[in-house]
């Protein structure tokens, strides 16, 4: 196969990435380019590339022995696992070049000069000393009048002028492109990509997200870069993103907080989600009540089987909440009525729909106290092989409950988001 000697970053993004013998390593998700002085020829120093674990890796260029239209084939199957971490100098393609603001002094574009441009591609070429040079730069005019994009033109990298690390830095640089490259990623691997990104970018993608997805994504990063992202948003789209925000979630971020930085943030929401959240704080972080939600899926007993599933099926619930119900008498808002029992979704799909749960309810399902340990909780889900499980007070009240994925995440180091020990060679 001829090796390729020319093609555009864009393109890139999404291939699988093989080693010699056809073995998946994992996909693009960018390039990382130099950027040096201005005036000096930008070089692709490598490929981003996400692993089936998700964590994101750099492999060199000159390990690229060719470039299909499914695939990037490598020299070598050893690739180095330590994870992604950018220098001064470098930035992420996708990332950070496309939609920046640059002028051309192409003369044949003599109309266009003076003008702000927008970045859409980089034509990446291989030299003949072997390295991947940005050769041309695919540029869009602005929008003009109603007309829904601008024109596109392509120009020699000399003639490009704003493509530098001084010029990216600088405030009011487009999101649309990066926003693309996120679209269907998981909420997890998203912050994972936006945490390898400096302040200022990361937090000009942030303020286009919507609250939801935006929300879903801060869920996954560590304390540090919640509160760094929140502090960039005007305090009343903070207080809604908190919002959208699993309240077990907001209060593990602001128990981390100075006292005062921690009211700020709840008094930017509404004082009745923000009640739940006061709540949790009530117990210490290492027990029952500090890690539970305050939010399952709560029923009466005379709700049917039908109307029980159609709240599992809801989206916007995780699999480990929609994998059982929780039966109480009226309030059904925590603290609920008395906790009659549970009912697993298994069981709710082996039942006619007009069944009541009050009829098919586990009233002997093992429960936890809101004071219990750590320890006391990794017990009780390996006897009871259950993936969510209720927390009751002493007077029989629901107060909320504890999915095993939240127990994970109390029971790991507290930085095990940032940790690189998989940084080895394979």
Do not use: C
């Amino acid at each position: 196969m001829t090796p390729t000697q020319k093609v555009y970053v864009a393109r890139l993004v999404g291939l699988a990435v093989l080693g010699p013998d056809g073995e998946s390593i994992g996909r693009v998700r960018d390039v990382v380019i130099s950027m040096y002085l201005p005036g000096q020829q930008p070089r692709a120093l490598g490929l981003a590339v996400e692993l089936t674990t998700r964590r994101r890796i750099f492999v060199p260029m000159l390990r690229v022995t060719s470039i299909s239209p499914d695939a990037i084939t490598l020299s070598t199957g050893h690739v180095n696992l330590r994870k992604l971490r950018l220098r001064p100098n470098e930035a992420l393609a996708v990332g950070q070049i496309l939609d920046s603001r640059v002028r051309t002094d192409d003369p044949d574009y003599e109309e266009l000069h003076g003008t702000d441009l927008v970045v859409i591609d980089l034509a990446v070429e291989r030299s003949r000393s072997r390295d991947w040079m940005v050769s041309r730069v695919a540029l869009r005019t602005l929008r003009k009048g109603l007309r829904r994009r601008g024109e596109t033109l392509t120009v020699e990298w000399r003639h490009v002028h704003g493509l530098n690390q001084l010029e990216l830095a600088r405030p009011g640089q487009a999101v649309e492109r990066a926003l693309t490259l996120y679209e269907g990623m998981r909420a997890a691997d998203v912050a994972n990509a936006l945490r390898e990104l400096p302040a200022k970018r990361r937090n000009e993608i942030a303020a286009a997200l919507d609250n939801e997805r935006l929300a879903d994504i801060l869920q996954e990063m560590p304390t540090d870069d919640q509160s760094d992202v929140l502090a960039s948003l005007k305090p009343e789209r903070a207080g809604d993103v908190l919002e959208a925000m699993d309240p077990d979630d907001v209060a593990d971020l602001v128990a981390e907080l100075p006292t005062s930085e921690a009211e700020a943030l709840l008094s930017n929401m509404d004082p009745e989600e923000s009640e739940s959240v006061r709540r949790l704080l009530m117990h210490s972080p290492d027990t029952a009540g500090g890690i539970m939600t305050p939010e399952p899926l709560i029923l009466t007993a005379n709700a049917t089987v039908s109307e029980a599933l159609a709240r599992v099926r809801d989206p916007d619930i995780n699999s480990a909440a929609a994998s059982m119900v929780f039966v109480v008498r009226p309030p059904t808002n925590t603290p609920t009525g008395k906790f009659l029992g549970s009912v697993h979704t298994q069981r709710l799909l082996r039942e006619p729909p007009a069944n009541l749960v009050g009829g098919i309810l586990d009233a002997e399902m093992p429960r936890l106290r809101p004071s219990d340990s750590l320890g006391t909780m990794t017990r009780f889900f390996a006897t009871y092989n259950l993936v969510s499980a209720p927390v009751v007070d002493d007077a029989s009240h629901l107060l909320g409950a504890v999915a095993v994925d939240d127990l994970l995440d109390a029971l790991l180091p507290h930085d095990w988001r940032e940790d690189d020990s998989e940084g080895h060679l394979v």
